[in-house]
């Protein structure tokens, strides 16, 4: 196997690692739990403010329908873009990682109550955040998707709407910021999974990383061109 499948499934171990010691620290680690408390007070809005109704409508974008029509999107682009394979690995992890998540968030319910929080405490299954965990999967997903030329700034959304559902189920007091944090890394963990495979199964002479290659749009066979040219009678 060769370093560039190691790297990233050597990436996605420690992602998974890093799910499960996340999960022992703000279940079992007092000073992680009240820093955890103290982020979660310090991010809440009002609930009648602006930005609290602001917040909700991002969040709600991670919800199961939109992910659903989103990730649809992302496999019809890339099999427009002409990538198989990378429509398959975006379906993949947006499902692996939801599943993942919904799995871990029944295993480890537990109450996670802060006194000085106050009324206003996450559901004892909210280890790790399903909507960050939904908005990360499927900006990893178009990531994949896209073709070379496009990655940058399909990685630059993605991350960007993660990101911000991440901050908006803070903000609404759904989720401790650890929650947050375990979704992403359940994603991440999913996302170089599929970087994995898709270097793994990449067609031989492809070194963009599992990405698709894309033929010269004209070929120019330049033996035969300057054959033809010595074979041209010069003009006087």
């Known amino acids: 196997m060769s370093d560039r499948v190691k790297a990233p499934l050597a990436a996605c171990a420690a992602c998974a690692l890093g799910v499960v010691a996340l999960g022992a620290l703000v279940y079992g680690f007092g000073p992680v739990e009240r820093v955890d408390g103290k982020l979660f007070l310090h991010l809440a809005a009002d609930p009648f403010s602006r930005t609290h109704e602001v917040a909700e409508l991002v969040a709600r974008l991670a919800d199961p329908l939109p992910l659903v029509l989103m990730l649809a999107a992302v496999c019809l ?3 427009s873009w002409g990538g198989r394979r990378e429509a398959v690995a975006a379906v993949a992890v947006v499902a692996g990682a939801n599943i993942t998540t919904q799995i871990l968030k029944g295993v ?129």
């Open 77 to 79: 682009l890339a099999l």
């Open 108 to 236: 480890l319910a537990h109450p996670r109550y802060q006194p000085y929080t106050g009324l206003n405490q996450p559901w004892s299954d909210a280890y790790p955040s399903g909507h960050t965990t939904a908005a990360a999967s499927i900006g990893i997903a178009l990531a994949l998707a896209a073709p070379p030329r496009l990655k940058r700034p399909a990685a630059l959304a993605g991350a960007g709407f993660a990101l911000a559902v991440g901050l908006c189920v803070a903000v609404l007091q759904w989720h401790f910021v650890s929650d947050v944090v375990g979704a992403y890394l359940v994603s991440a963990a999913w996302g170089f999974a599929a970087l994995a495979a898709l270097r793994l199964t990449a067609p031989r002479g492809d070194a963009g990383g599992g990405t698709r290659t894309h033929k010269p749009a004209r070929a120019v066979d330049f033996e035969s061109t300057a054959y033809a040219n010595s074979a041209t009678p010069a003009r006087s």
